[in-house]
Protein backbone atom coordinates (compact mmCIF):
# COMPACT_ATOMS: atom_id res chain seq x y z
CA UNK A 1 0.00 0.00 0.00
CA UNK A 2 1.12 3.23 -1.31
CA UNK A 3 0.49 6.46 1.65
CA UNK A 4 -0.89 9.44 -0.29
CA UNK A 5 1.51 12.45 -0.45
CA UNK A 6 -0.42 14.62 1.86
CA UNK A 7 -0.40 12.02 4.68
CA UNK A 8 3.05 10.89 4.66
CA UNK A 9 4.97 14.19 6.14
CA UNK A 10 2.99 13.87 9.89
CA UNK A 11 4.08 9.78 10.05
CA UNK A 12 8.15 10.87 8.73
CA UNK A 13 7.74 13.64 11.40
CA UNK A 14 7.31 10.93 14.21
CA UNK A 15 8.95 8.11 12.28
CA UNK A 16 11.97 9.03 10.76
CA UNK A 17 14.69 11.53 12.40
CA UNK A 18 18.09 12.33 12.43
CA UNK A 19 20.08 13.51 15.54
CA UNK A 20 19.06 16.78 14.54
CA UNK A 21 15.40 16.18 14.46
CA UNK A 22 15.22 16.74 10.74
CA UNK A 23 13.03 14.18 8.66
CA UNK A 24 14.85 12.29 6.79
CA UNK A 25 13.93 9.96 3.49
CA UNK A 26 11.67 7.23 3.91
CA UNK A 27 12.89 3.97 3.87
CA UNK A 28 10.98 1.69 1.61
CA UNK A 29 9.85 -0.28 5.38
CA UNK A 30 8.66 2.70 6.35
CA UNK A 31 6.58 3.05 3.15
CA UNK A 32 5.19 -0.26 3.60
CA UNK A 33 3.67 0.54 7.35
CA UNK A 34 -0.14 0.84 7.89
CA UNK A 35 -1.23 3.81 10.54
CA UNK A 36 -1.48 1.39 13.20
CA UNK A 37 2.41 0.13 12.90
CA UNK A 38 3.96 3.56 13.13
CA UNK A 39 7.09 3.61 15.34
CA UNK A 40 9.59 5.96 16.44
CA UNK A 41 13.32 5.44 14.56
CA UNK A 42 15.94 3.54 16.34
CA UNK A 43 17.51 5.19 19.19
CA UNK A 44 21.60 5.40 19.17
CA UNK A 45 22.95 4.16 22.27
CA UNK A 46 23.67 7.31 23.57
CA UNK A 47 20.42 8.74 23.68
CA UNK A 48 19.16 5.82 25.95
CA UNK A 49 22.14 6.48 28.13
CA UNK A 50 21.56 9.76 28.31
CA UNK A 51 16.98 8.87 28.92
CA UNK A 52 18.80 6.62 31.77
CA UNK A 53 20.70 9.51 33.31
CA UNK A 54 17.10 10.62 35.23
CA UNK A 55 17.17 7.19 36.92
CA UNK A 56 20.25 7.92 38.15
CA UNK A 57 19.61 10.90 39.55
CA UNK A 58 16.66 9.77 40.92
CA UNK A 59 17.64 6.63 42.97
CA UNK A 60 20.72 8.57 43.62
CA UNK A 61 17.86 11.08 46.42
CA UNK A 62 16.29 7.71 47.37
CA UNK A 63 19.26 6.26 48.75
CA UNK A 64 19.89 9.34 50.49
CA UNK A 65 16.59 9.61 51.68
CA UNK A 66 16.56 5.94 52.92
CA UNK A 67 19.59 6.62 54.74
CA UNK A 68 18.83 9.53 56.37
CA UNK A 69 15.17 9.86 57.04
CA UNK A 70 14.23 7.68 59.66
CA UNK A 71 17.59 8.79 61.51
CA UNK A 72 16.78 12.41 61.24
CA UNK A 73 13.24 11.95 62.40
CA UNK A 74 14.57 9.58 65.19
CA UNK A 75 16.88 12.13 66.52
CA UNK A 76 14.63 15.22 66.21
CA UNK A 77 12.14 13.14 68.95
CA UNK A 78 9.30 11.16 66.85
CA UNK A 79 7.14 9.43 68.72
CA UNK A 80 7.42 5.66 68.22
CA UNK A 81 3.26 5.71 67.59
CA UNK A 82 4.19 7.92 64.84
CA UNK A 83 6.82 5.84 62.74
CA UNK A 84 5.42 5.33 60.06
CA UNK A 85 3.19 8.05 59.49
CA UNK A 86 6.09 9.53 57.27
CA UNK A 87 5.58 7.72 54.83
CA UNK A 88 1.61 7.42 55.18
CA UNK A 89 0.99 11.37 53.88
CA UNK A 90 2.25 11.30 50.26
CA UNK A 91 0.96 8.43 48.84
CA UNK A 92 -2.57 9.39 49.44
CA UNK A 93 -1.61 12.38 47.68
CA UNK A 94 -0.29 10.09 44.60
CA UNK A 95 -2.11 7.20 44.56
CA UNK A 96 -5.34 9.72 43.77
CA UNK A 97 -3.40 12.23 41.45
CA UNK A 98 -0.91 9.94 40.03
CA UNK A 99 -3.41 8.49 37.09
CA UNK A 100 -5.10 11.54 36.25
CA UNK A 101 -1.88 13.56 35.65
CA UNK A 102 -0.83 10.45 33.50
CA UNK A 103 -3.68 11.27 31.82
CA UNK A 104 -3.04 14.56 31.41
CA UNK A 105 0.09 14.30 29.83
CA UNK A 106 -1.29 11.84 27.29
CA UNK A 107 -2.99 15.20 26.02
CA UNK A 108 -0.29 18.04 27.46
CA UNK A 109 0.05 20.56 24.49
CA UNK A 110 3.29 21.95 25.41
CA UNK A 111 5.32 23.27 22.48
CA UNK A 112 8.36 21.35 24.70
CA UNK A 113 6.32 17.87 24.63
CA UNK A 114 4.11 15.45 26.89
CA UNK A 115 6.19 14.61 29.34
CA UNK A 116 9.15 16.67 29.70
CA UNK A 117 7.03 19.43 31.34
CA UNK A 118 6.16 17.20 34.15
CA UNK A 119 9.04 15.85 34.70
CA UNK A 120 10.88 19.50 35.10
CA UNK A 121 7.88 20.16 37.55
CA UNK A 122 8.45 17.30 39.29
CA UNK A 123 12.41 17.45 39.58
CA UNK A 124 11.85 20.97 41.08
CA UNK A 125 9.83 19.73 43.72
CA UNK A 126 12.15 16.72 44.40
CA UNK A 127 14.74 19.71 44.98
CA UNK A 128 12.67 21.30 47.56
CA UNK A 129 12.19 17.88 48.78
CA UNK A 130 15.47 17.12 50.08
CA UNK A 131 16.18 20.74 51.07
CA UNK A 132 13.69 20.82 54.04
CA UNK A 133 14.00 17.43 55.46
CA UNK A 134 18.02 18.05 55.47
CA UNK A 135 18.24 21.32 56.22
CA UNK A 136 14.57 21.35 58.35
CA UNK A 137 16.41 20.39 61.86
CA UNK A 138 18.93 22.77 61.23
CA UNK A 139 16.72 26.17 60.17
CA UNK A 140 14.42 25.62 62.80
CA UNK A 141 17.01 25.93 65.75
CA UNK A 142 18.44 28.98 64.13
CA UNK A 143 14.91 30.41 64.62
CA UNK A 144 13.97 28.81 68.01
CA UNK A 145 15.07 28.62 71.04
CA UNK A 146 12.46 26.88 73.08
CA UNK A 147 12.68 22.95 73.49
CA UNK A 148 9.48 21.64 73.07
CA UNK A 149 8.41 24.22 70.19
CA UNK A 150 11.85 24.06 68.38
CA UNK A 151 10.89 19.93 68.82
CA UNK A 152 7.75 20.12 66.88
CA UNK A 153 8.55 22.67 64.25
CA UNK A 154 11.58 20.52 63.36
CA UNK A 155 9.65 17.23 63.10
CA UNK A 156 7.11 19.44 60.95
CA UNK A 157 9.23 20.86 58.60
CA UNK A 158 11.27 17.11 58.17
CA UNK A 159 8.33 15.46 57.62
CA UNK A 160 6.79 18.32 55.09
CA UNK A 161 10.51 17.73 53.39
CA UNK A 162 9.68 14.18 53.18
CA UNK A 163 5.94 13.97 51.51
CA UNK A 164 6.90 16.59 48.89
CA UNK A 165 10.29 14.55 47.86
CA UNK A 166 8.34 10.96 48.24
CA UNK A 167 5.21 12.16 46.16
CA UNK A 168 7.85 14.04 43.36
CA UNK A 169 9.53 11.04 43.03
CA UNK A 170 7.35 8.47 43.01
CA UNK A 171 4.92 10.52 40.80
CA UNK A 172 8.32 11.54 38.34
CA UNK A 173 8.44 7.64 37.43
CA UNK A 174 5.34 7.26 35.07
CA UNK A 175 6.10 10.15 33.17
CA UNK A 176 9.69 9.24 32.63
CA UNK A 177 8.74 5.62 31.34
CA UNK A 178 5.71 7.10 29.24
CA UNK A 179 8.35 9.61 27.71
CA UNK A 180 10.89 6.28 26.35
CA UNK A 181 7.91 4.49 25.38
CA UNK A 182 6.59 7.55 23.08
CA UNK A 183 10.23 8.15 21.75
CA UNK A 184 11.54 4.66 21.13
CA UNK A 185 10.90 1.34 18.96
CA UNK A 186 9.37 -1.73 20.65
CA UNK A 187 13.27 -2.88 20.62
CA UNK A 188 14.48 0.59 22.25
CA UNK A 189 12.02 0.16 24.86
CA UNK A 190 13.33 -3.03 26.32
CA UNK A 191 16.98 -1.45 25.83
CA UNK A 192 15.70 1.71 27.45
CA UNK A 193 13.96 -0.17 30.11
CA UNK A 194 17.51 -2.40 30.92
CA UNK A 195 18.89 0.74 31.20
CA UNK A 196 17.21 2.75 33.58
CA UNK A 197 17.24 -0.56 35.57
CA UNK A 198 21.43 -0.14 35.45
CA UNK A 199 21.62 3.56 36.04
CA UNK A 200 18.91 2.91 38.52
CA UNK A 201 21.20 0.74 40.66
CA UNK A 202 24.53 2.61 40.47
CA UNK A 203 22.48 5.75 41.49
CA UNK A 204 21.50 4.02 44.23
CA UNK A 205 25.16 2.57 45.26
CA UNK A 206 26.88 5.77 44.85
CA UNK A 207 23.93 7.25 47.08
CA UNK A 208 24.29 5.01 49.70
CA UNK A 209 27.62 4.99 49.55
CA UNK A 210 28.01 8.51 50.12
CA UNK A 211 25.02 8.14 53.11
CA UNK A 212 27.88 5.67 54.72
CA UNK A 213 30.82 8.06 54.84
CA UNK A 214 30.91 10.71 57.68
CA UNK A 215 31.37 13.83 56.16
CA UNK A 216 31.63 16.14 59.66
CA UNK A 217 35.58 15.96 59.60
CA UNK A 218 36.45 16.46 55.81
CA UNK A 219 36.73 20.02 54.36
CA UNK A 220 33.17 19.95 53.31
CA UNK A 221 32.02 19.11 56.42
CA UNK A 222 33.75 21.88 57.96
CA UNK A 223 32.96 24.71 54.76
CA UNK A 224 29.07 24.13 55.26
CA UNK A 225 28.45 23.11 58.73
CA UNK A 226 27.24 19.74 59.12
CA UNK A 227 26.76 16.37 57.28
CA UNK A 228 23.16 17.46 56.45
CA UNK A 229 24.47 20.32 54.45
CA UNK A 230 26.83 18.27 52.69
CA UNK A 231 24.44 15.69 51.46
CA UNK A 232 22.21 18.49 50.09
CA UNK A 233 24.80 20.20 48.33
CA UNK A 234 25.84 16.68 46.67
CA UNK A 235 22.10 15.88 45.86
CA UNK A 236 21.35 18.23 44.09
CA UNK A 237 24.11 19.00 42.28
CA UNK A 238 23.95 15.13 40.83
CA UNK A 239 20.33 15.32 40.39
CA UNK A 240 20.02 18.51 38.47
CA UNK A 241 22.84 17.50 36.33
CA UNK A 242 21.23 14.12 35.48
CA UNK A 243 17.69 15.96 35.05
CA UNK A 244 19.48 17.82 32.67
CA UNK A 245 21.16 15.35 30.66
CA UNK A 246 17.43 13.24 30.51
CA UNK A 247 15.63 16.06 29.17
CA UNK A 248 18.14 16.91 26.24
CA UNK A 249 18.19 13.18 25.47
CA UNK A 250 15.75 12.70 23.20
CA UNK A 251 13.37 15.08 21.80
CA UNK A 252 9.03 14.81 21.51
CA UNK A 253 6.72 15.94 19.10
CA UNK A 254 4.94 18.51 20.57
CA UNK A 255 0.90 17.79 20.45
CA UNK A 256 0.67 21.08 19.86
CA UNK A 257 1.91 21.13 16.30
CA UNK A 258 -0.41 18.30 15.26
CA UNK A 259 -3.23 18.94 12.95
CA UNK A 260 -6.23 17.09 13.62
CA UNK A 261 -9.51 16.39 11.68
CA UNK A 262 -11.72 16.57 15.64
CA UNK A 263 -15.07 17.25 16.21
CA UNK A 264 -15.65 17.74 20.27
CA UNK A 265 -16.46 15.31 22.43
CA UNK A 266 -19.22 15.30 24.82
CA UNK A 267 -18.03 14.20 28.41
CA UNK A 268 -20.29 11.40 29.09
CA UNK A 269 -18.55 10.04 26.01
CA UNK A 270 -15.21 8.80 27.91
CA UNK A 271 -15.78 5.17 29.39
CA UNK A 272 -12.66 3.26 27.38
CA UNK A 273 -9.69 2.79 29.37
CA UNK A 274 -6.72 5.38 28.89
CA UNK A 275 -7.53 5.83 24.81
CA UNK A 276 -6.01 8.85 23.19
CA UNK A 277 -6.24 7.69 19.82
CA UNK A 278 -10.49 7.08 20.04
CA UNK A 279 -10.95 9.92 22.20
CA UNK A 280 -7.78 12.17 22.38
CA UNK A 281 -7.74 15.16 23.81
CA UNK A 282 -11.43 15.18 24.92
CA UNK A 283 -11.66 14.87 20.59
CA UNK A 284 -12.65 11.97 18.92
CA UNK A 285 -10.37 11.32 15.86
CA UNK A 286 -12.08 9.42 12.81
CA UNK A 287 -9.88 6.32 11.01
CA UNK A 288 -10.37 4.68 8.19
CA UNK A 289 -10.51 1.23 9.03
CA UNK A 290 -10.36 -0.23 5.10
CA UNK A 291 -6.52 -0.27 5.04
CA UNK A 292 -6.95 -0.80 1.32
CA UNK A 293 -8.01 2.73 0.64
CA UNK A 294 -5.86 5.01 -0.41
CA UNK A 295 -6.91 7.78 2.05
CA UNK A 296 -5.67 7.15 5.66
CA UNK A 297 -6.52 9.46 7.99
CA UNK A 298 -3.51 10.29 10.63
CA UNK A 299 -3.10 12.56 13.24
CA UNK A 300 -2.12 16.16 11.70
CA UNK A 301 -4.72 16.83 8.71
CA UNK A 302 -6.44 19.64 9.80
CA UNK A 303 -5.80 22.63 11.94
CA UNK A 304 -7.57 22.93 15.22
CA UNK A 305 -9.28 25.95 15.92
CA UNK A 306 -8.85 28.43 18.38
CA UNK A 307 -12.42 27.85 19.29
CA UNK A 308 -12.42 24.02 19.41
CA UNK A 309 -9.26 24.16 21.37
CA UNK A 310 -11.30 26.33 23.98
CA UNK A 311 -13.81 23.64 24.70
CA UNK A 312 -11.15 20.84 24.74
CA UNK A 313 -11.69 18.21 28.12
CA UNK A 314 -9.64 16.68 30.33
CA UNK A 315 -10.34 13.43 32.27
CA UNK A 316 -12.03 13.97 35.13
CA UNK A 317 -11.26 12.05 38.10
CA UNK A 318 -15.00 10.39 37.92
CA UNK A 319 -14.53 9.48 34.71
CA UNK A 320 -10.95 7.88 35.12
CA UNK A 321 -12.00 5.75 38.02
CA UNK A 322 -14.46 4.50 35.93
CA UNK A 323 -11.80 3.87 33.38
CA UNK A 324 -9.86 2.24 36.05
CA UNK A 325 -12.71 -0.08 37.29
CA UNK A 326 -12.69 -1.09 33.58
CA UNK A 327 -9.36 -1.91 33.03
CA UNK A 328 -8.62 -5.36 30.95
CA UNK A 329 -8.29 -8.31 32.98
CA UNK A 330 -4.51 -8.75 32.42
CA UNK A 331 -3.63 -5.12 33.38
CA UNK A 332 -5.93 -5.42 36.49
CA UNK A 333 -3.37 -8.59 37.49
CA UNK A 334 -0.34 -6.75 36.66
CA UNK A 335 -0.98 -3.92 38.87
CA UNK A 336 -2.00 -6.01 41.40
CA UNK A 337 1.30 -7.90 41.16
CA UNK A 338 3.12 -5.07 40.97
CA UNK A 339 1.27 -3.93 44.19
CA UNK A 340 2.58 -7.22 46.00
CA UNK A 341 5.86 -6.50 45.00
CA UNK A 342 6.18 -2.95 46.19
CA UNK A 343 4.73 -3.75 49.25
CA UNK A 344 7.44 -6.52 50.22
CA UNK A 345 10.18 -4.62 48.94
CA UNK A 346 9.57 -0.76 50.68
CA UNK A 347 8.37 -2.83 53.68
CA UNK A 348 12.12 -4.16 53.93
CA UNK A 349 13.88 -1.23 52.15
CA UNK A 350 12.21 1.91 54.04
CA UNK A 351 12.82 0.90 57.75
CA UNK A 352 16.41 -1.03 56.58
CA UNK A 353 18.92 1.22 58.36
CA UNK A 354 16.49 1.46 61.04
CA UNK A 355 16.76 -2.20 62.20
CA UNK A 356 20.49 -2.29 61.41
CA UNK A 357 20.95 -0.31 64.20
CA UNK A 358 18.21 -1.54 66.32
CA UNK A 359 18.17 -5.29 65.90
CA UNK A 360 21.67 -5.90 64.05
CA UNK A 361 24.08 -3.71 66.48
CA UNK A 362 21.58 -3.34 69.53
CA UNK A 363 21.69 0.67 69.72
CA UNK A 364 18.69 2.84 70.52
CA UNK A 365 17.48 5.95 68.42
CA UNK A 366 15.70 7.26 71.36
CA UNK A 367 19.16 7.31 73.85
CA UNK A 368 21.28 10.77 74.44
CA UNK A 369 23.08 11.71 71.07
CA UNK A 370 26.54 11.24 73.12
CA UNK A 371 25.18 7.62 74.96
CA UNK A 372 27.02 4.91 73.66
CA UNK A 373 23.70 3.37 73.04
CA UNK A 374 23.10 5.96 70.60
CA UNK A 375 26.20 5.82 68.91
CA UNK A 376 26.34 2.15 68.37
CA UNK A 377 22.87 2.71 66.61
CA UNK A 378 24.69 5.55 64.21
CA UNK A 379 27.06 2.84 63.30
CA UNK A 380 24.27 0.25 62.38
CA UNK A 381 22.68 3.06 60.41
CA UNK A 382 26.33 3.12 58.58
CA UNK A 383 26.38 -0.49 58.04
CA UNK A 384 23.13 -0.24 56.90
CA UNK A 385 23.89 1.79 54.17
CA UNK A 386 26.56 -0.09 52.89
CA UNK A 387 24.51 -2.85 52.72
CA UNK A 388 22.04 -0.49 50.71
CA UNK A 389 24.74 -0.20 48.55
CA UNK A 390 25.25 -3.85 48.25
CA UNK A 391 22.00 -3.97 47.36
CA UNK A 392 22.24 -0.95 44.72
CA UNK A 393 25.20 -2.77 43.10
CA UNK A 394 23.52 -6.29 42.88
CA UNK A 395 20.71 -4.31 41.02
CA UNK A 396 23.15 -3.12 38.02
CA UNK A 397 24.45 -6.22 37.97
CA UNK A 398 21.18 -7.94 38.11
CA UNK A 399 19.79 -5.65 35.17
CA UNK A 400 22.54 -6.72 32.95
CA UNK A 401 22.22 -10.23 33.62
CA UNK A 402 18.40 -10.05 32.47
CA UNK A 403 19.52 -9.84 29.22
CA UNK A 404 21.00 -13.21 29.56
CA UNK A 405 18.28 -15.10 30.96
CA UNK A 406 15.24 -13.37 29.48
CA UNK A 407 15.87 -16.03 26.32
CA UNK A 408 16.00 -18.81 28.27
CA UNK A 409 13.42 -18.09 31.23
CA UNK A 410 11.68 -15.30 29.58
CA UNK A 411 9.41 -12.90 31.87
CA UNK A 412 7.66 -15.13 33.90
CA UNK A 413 10.51 -16.72 34.90
CA UNK A 414 12.54 -13.43 35.65
CA UNK A 415 9.30 -12.05 37.71
CA UNK A 416 8.95 -15.09 39.49
CA UNK A 417 13.00 -15.43 40.61
CA UNK A 418 12.79 -11.89 42.07
CA UNK A 419 9.88 -12.55 44.22
CA UNK A 420 11.55 -15.69 45.11
CA UNK A 421 14.60 -14.77 45.81
CA UNK A 422 13.62 -11.52 47.58
CA UNK A 423 11.32 -13.36 50.26
CA UNK A 424 13.94 -16.02 51.04
CA UNK A 425 16.74 -13.66 51.79
CA UNK A 426 14.65 -11.50 53.53
CA UNK A 427 13.32 -14.44 55.88
CA UNK A 428 16.84 -15.64 56.76
CA UNK A 429 17.74 -11.98 57.71
CA UNK A 430 14.97 -12.19 60.29
CA UNK A 431 15.79 -15.21 61.27
CA UNK A 432 19.72 -15.05 61.78
CA UNK A 433 20.20 -11.43 62.22
CA UNK A 434 23.60 -11.28 61.98
CA UNK A 435 26.16 -8.55 60.02
CA UNK A 436 28.06 -10.28 57.99
CA UNK A 437 25.09 -12.73 56.73
CA UNK A 438 22.81 -9.67 56.41
CA UNK A 439 25.08 -7.30 54.33
CA UNK A 440 25.40 -10.86 52.37
CA UNK A 441 22.04 -11.30 51.28
CA UNK A 442 21.37 -7.73 50.69
CA UNK A 443 22.63 -8.92 47.46
CA UNK A 444 19.26 -10.34 47.28
CA UNK A 445 17.63 -7.20 47.34
CA UNK A 446 19.02 -6.27 44.37
CA UNK A 447 17.23 -8.97 42.40
CA UNK A 448 14.20 -7.62 43.73
CA UNK A 449 14.98 -3.69 43.08
CA UNK A 450 15.72 -4.43 39.15
CA UNK A 451 12.71 -7.03 38.73
CA UNK A 452 10.34 -4.29 39.97
CA UNK A 453 11.76 -1.62 37.37
CA UNK A 454 11.77 -3.37 34.21
CA UNK A 455 9.79 -6.84 34.31
CA UNK A 456 6.02 -5.02 34.35
CA UNK A 457 6.90 -1.95 32.20
CA UNK A 458 8.01 -4.99 29.47
CA UNK A 459 4.95 -6.69 29.90
CA UNK A 460 2.98 -3.27 29.30
CA UNK A 461 5.38 -2.91 26.41
CA UNK A 462 4.36 -6.18 25.14
CA UNK A 463 0.33 -5.88 25.80
CA UNK A 464 0.62 -2.44 24.12
CA UNK A 465 2.45 -3.97 20.98
CA UNK A 466 0.21 -6.72 20.42
CA UNK A 467 -2.73 -4.22 20.48
CA UNK A 468 -1.04 -2.45 17.83
CA UNK A 469 -0.82 -5.96 15.80
CA UNK A 470 -3.58 -6.50 16.39
CA UNK A 471 -5.40 -3.35 15.48
CA UNK A 472 -3.30 -3.26 12.33
CA UNK A 473 -4.45 -7.31 11.38
CA UNK A 474 -8.05 -6.27 11.82
CA UNK A 475 -8.52 -8.43 14.61
CA UNK A 476 -9.64 -5.60 17.13
CA UNK A 477 -11.67 -2.58 16.34
CA UNK A 478 -10.35 -0.62 19.73
CA UNK A 479 -7.65 1.74 19.20
CA UNK A 480 -4.49 1.21 21.65
CA UNK A 481 -4.65 2.55 25.51
CA UNK A 482 -2.65 6.10 26.06
CA UNK A 483 0.54 4.50 27.61
CA UNK A 484 1.16 7.55 30.25
CA UNK A 485 -2.22 6.26 31.80
CA UNK A 486 -1.43 2.83 31.58
CA UNK A 487 2.35 3.74 33.55
CA UNK A 488 0.57 5.69 35.58
CA UNK A 489 -1.61 3.01 36.59
CA UNK A 490 1.24 0.83 37.22
CA UNK A 491 3.42 2.91 39.03
CA UNK A 492 0.26 4.57 41.22
CA UNK A 493 0.72 0.62 42.93
CA UNK A 494 4.01 2.13 44.26
CA UNK A 495 1.86 4.95 46.10
CA UNK A 496 -0.55 2.07 47.14
CA UNK A 497 1.91 -0.04 48.38
CA UNK A 498 3.62 2.52 50.58
CA UNK A 499 -0.16 3.41 52.30
CA UNK A 500 -0.60 -0.13 52.79
CA UNK A 501 3.11 -0.44 54.66
CA UNK A 502 2.60 3.20 56.17
CA UNK A 503 -0.83 1.88 57.89
CA UNK A 504 0.13 -1.32 58.73
CA UNK A 505 3.48 -1.29 59.61
CA UNK A 506 3.43 1.06 62.30
CA UNK A 507 0.48 -0.77 64.36
CA UNK A 508 2.77 -4.49 63.56
CA UNK A 509 6.29 -2.17 65.12
CA UNK A 510 3.86 -1.25 68.02
CA UNK A 511 2.32 -4.36 68.76
CA UNK A 512 5.45 -6.61 68.42
CA UNK A 513 7.87 -3.77 70.43
CA UNK A 514 10.20 -4.25 67.72
CA UNK A 515 10.97 -3.47 64.08
CA UNK A 516 11.68 -7.05 63.03
CA UNK A 517 8.02 -7.45 62.09
CA UNK A 518 8.88 -5.40 59.43
CA UNK A 519 11.47 -8.00 58.11
CA UNK A 520 8.91 -10.46 58.46
CA UNK A 521 6.37 -8.87 57.06
CA UNK A 522 8.56 -8.45 53.91
CA UNK A 523 9.55 -12.15 53.26
CA UNK A 524 5.81 -13.54 53.86
CA UNK A 525 4.31 -10.88 51.10
CA UNK A 526 7.27 -11.55 48.55
CA UNK A 527 6.22 -15.37 48.90
CA UNK A 528 2.38 -14.53 48.19
CA UNK A 529 3.72 -12.49 45.06
CA UNK A 530 5.54 -15.23 43.77
CA UNK A 531 2.12 -17.24 43.74
CA UNK A 532 0.84 -14.53 41.72
CA UNK A 533 2.99 -13.73 39.54
CA UNK A 534 2.76 -17.44 38.69
CA UNK A 535 -0.68 -18.09 38.25
CA UNK A 536 -2.23 -14.63 37.62
CA UNK A 537 -0.63 -12.60 35.42
CA UNK A 538 -0.58 -13.01 31.96
CA UNK A 539 2.20 -13.59 29.36
CA UNK A 540 2.76 -12.48 25.75
CA UNK A 541 4.08 -15.39 23.99
Same mark, same amino acid.
Given at each position: ??????????????? @???????????????????????????????????????????? #????????????????????????????????????????????????????????????????? +??????????????????? =????????????????????????????????????????????????? =?????????????????????????????????????? +? #? #???????????????????????????????????????????????????????????????????????????????????????????????????????????????????? +?????? #???????????????????????????????????????????????????????????????????????????????????????????????????????????????????????????????????????????????????????????????????? @???????????????????????
Amino acid at each position: MTLPKETLQPALAYE @VRGMSGLPKKPSAADLKRVPGELEPARRPTGRLVMHSMVMFGRE #FCYAVEASYVMPVLLSVGLPRSLYSLVWFISPVLGFVLQPVAGSASDHCRSPWGRRRPYILALGI +MMVLGTALYLNGDTAVSAI =LQSGREKRTWAIVITMLGVVIFDFSADFIDGPIKAYLFDVCSHQDKERG =LHYHALFTGLGGALGYATGAIDWEPTFLGSLMGSEFQV +M #F #FITTLVFVGSLVIHLWSIPETPLINNKQETRPLLKNELFEYGSIEKYGNGYYTPTNENHENTSVTLAGDADLSEKDSQVQKRMTLNSLVKAILNMPVHYRCLCISHLIGWTAFLSN +MLFFTD #FMGQIVYRGNPYAAHDSAAYLTYERGVEIGCWGMCINAVSSSLYSYLQKLLLPCIGLKGLYFTGYLLFGLGTGLIALFPNVYSTLALCSLFGVMSSTLYTVPFNLIAEYHREEEQNQANGLISEHTRGKGIDCAALTAMVQLAQLIVGVVLGFLVSLAGSVVVV @VISASTVALIGCCFVAVFVRYVE
